[in-house]
């Protein structure tokens, strides 16, 4: 990854990028980039970085605003030798100090906003960098050297590549160490091939509307560089009226975001010149997409047959399930109770098995119980919780946390987070058929109350909603409480845009966990 820039370059790849807004490693150099040009600025950040004290093995935490550039700063760290930590911005400061402490890394590449907010951080790596302006007590990134040498340093395969840390919906998040092995053999490259249909092509313009600092896009970067599109269209933010002119005048044919994102970005899909058009495949990943975005999404492409490709994963395996959406399925009549099938495993790379939470054996095939998984691309632990990670461990298999049932036909359903649990209902598809049944619901989220009933949660764009709306929605449903209704901005959210549950739970009832959370 040190040197991926250099060979896509050495390959004469043709892709254009082009940003919402420039790099915050290079303020001045304009939002439209080639690969050359990338090769050289992720050069440039490693000798910076080396002139900066940053040597090989050394650990570098990096957490700034969101953008492509943490990936472009984790190659040039991997270049040095040195393994990056990608921590999102976004973290509660008290969990990015518990990340920090856990991680202990030698350099700190961050913000004066993040130093700003999080001032116990400064003081925890010996060598702090900021990207966007001077601070006392630290190094400025682009008052570095940039002209000296980087040599690339080459790492054994089975060392570690990377940290990235999980999401946190259900408490302080994990550091998740992953190796070139494990991420860029088994993961990468199996995703970097022309597959008919859903591979990348040389003509594509591909967009990405993700959340850069955890562990999707670093292998992302690595397919893209590898696959070189036509043109790649980042947007760091979720705002449509931003998206929507750089949208339009680069129309992407396929696009990958986060489940959030796709949920703020909708509007677009209904103006008269809708940016998605041309899209012939869509992406999602972290979460699932409810049934009203996959409609609106697939409807608005002028495109003969789009799919839309969901994944099922973690950040310690990689995706786990592949499931495909039509306009068809989309837009049938059991959509929104079947939303949660996330396809099956994928063949010859990842096996799944069904067992009982507390025994720890198999269950027959459509009974729920706790998903276990094999995969050889699973990370080489966690840093700093080592007994964490080892008692998620069952003999050859990992424990995904997740509660679901594996089908006869094969396909695997998620029916809840096994903290997130509750007798007798699945949050996940009450979830999706409050969403399906209120037009005007932008999330609709099930938690715990301490006395073990559901407490229902409505999201909408101003925070309000009508009582006959909710009396419709949940007169054929099992009795449910009126909701809290909530704005988007009042939701507490990962990096990622998924509801932190547990701070949810703890803001309205004073209770966090419902499960019992040993499997997270």
């Known amino acids: 990854m040190g040197t991926l820039f250099d ?4 390959a004469e790849a043709r892709t254009v990028v082009r940003l919402d807004r420039p790099f915050d490693i290079a303020p001045r150099a304009g939002t439209r980039w080639t690969v050359p040009e990338l090769a050289a600025l992720v050069r440039a950040t490693a000798a910076r970085l080396a002139h900066a004290g940053v040597r090989p093995g050394d650990r570098v935490a990096v957490v700034k605003d969101n953008h492509w550039d943490y990936d472009l700063l984790a190659c040039a760290v991997v270049r040095l030798g040195a393994v990056p930590a990608q921590l999102s911005a976004r973290l509660d400061p008290a969990d990015l100090v518990t990340l920090l402490h856990r991680l202990r890394p030698a350099a700190l590449v961050t913000t004066s906003a993040v130093l700003a907010r999080c001032r116990d951080a400064a003081g925890i790596a010996p060598l702090l960098i900021t990207v966007d302006t001077a601070v006392p007590g630290a190094a400025h990134l682009a008052a570095l050297d940039a002209t ?10 089975d060392e570690p590549l990377i940290v990235h840390h999980t999401s946190g919906t259900t408490g302080v998040p994990k550091l998740v160490v992953h190796s070139t092995r494990t991420l860029v053999h088994k993961l990468a490259r199996f995703e970097a091939v022309r597959y008919p249909g859903i591979g990348l092509r040389r003509d594509d313009v591909l967009c990405n509307a993700s959340a850069y600092g955890h562990g ?6 690595a397919v893209v560089m590898a696959m070189a599109p036509a043109g790649i269209v980042v947007l760091t933010g979720d705002d449509p009226d931003t998206a929507d002119p750089l949208l339009r005048g680069c129309p992407p044919t396929v696009v990958e975001a986060l489940p959030a994102t796709y949920v703020r970005l909708r509007p677009l899909t209904t103006r008269l010149d809708n940016p998605f058009r041309r899209v ?16 609106a999404y697939l409807t608005a492409s002028h495109h003969a047959h789009p799919v839309w490709m969901q994944g099922w994963g973690q950040t ?30 994928v063949p010859g790379r990842t096996r799944l098995r069904v067992v009982d939470p507390d025994t720890l054996r198999p269950v027959p095939r459509g009974r729920p119980g706790l998903l276990l998984v094999r995969t050889a691309a699973l ?17 050859d298999w ?33 979830e999706d058929l409050l969403e399906h049944l209120i037009p005007q619901a932008l999330e609709c989220v099930i938690i715990g109350a301490p006395d073990g009933d559901p407490l229902p949660v409505v999201v909408t764009a101003d ?5 006959d709306a909710w009396q419709r929605a949940v007169e054929d449903l099992p009795a449910l409480p009126r909701p809290t209704v909530l704005a988007w901005d009042e939701v507490p959210r990962t990096g990622t845009g998924k509801v932190r549950r547990a701070a949810l739970a703890e803001r309205l009832t004073g209770a966090a966990v419902t499960g019992t959370g040993r499997w997270t």
């Open 148 to 157: 000296g040498p980087a040599t690339p340093v080459r790492r054994p395969v």
């Open 216 to 221: 999707r896009t670093f292998c992302w970067t």
């Open 463 to 467: 925070g309000r909603l009508a009582p």
């Open 316 to 345: 310690e395996t990689g995706p786990l399930t592949f499931r495909f959406h039509t306009r068809r399925s989309a837009l049938a009549p059991d959509a929104a109770s079947t939303a949660r099938r996330l396809g099956r495993p």
């Open 7 to 10: 060979e896509a370059a050495a």
């Open 379 to 395: 990370a080489l632990g966690y840093v700093g919780e080592q007994e964490r990670w080892d008692a998620k461990r069952v003999g």
């Open 398 to 430: 990992w424990s995904t946390g997740d509660v679901g049932v594996h089908h006869r036909d094969g396909s695997v359903s998620i029916l809840d987070r096994e903290a997130d649990t509750l007798p007798g209902l699945s949050c996940l598809r009450t």
């Open 280 to 295: 012939r495949q869509y992406i999602s990943t972290y979460d699932a997409v409810h049934p009203p975005a996959l409609r």
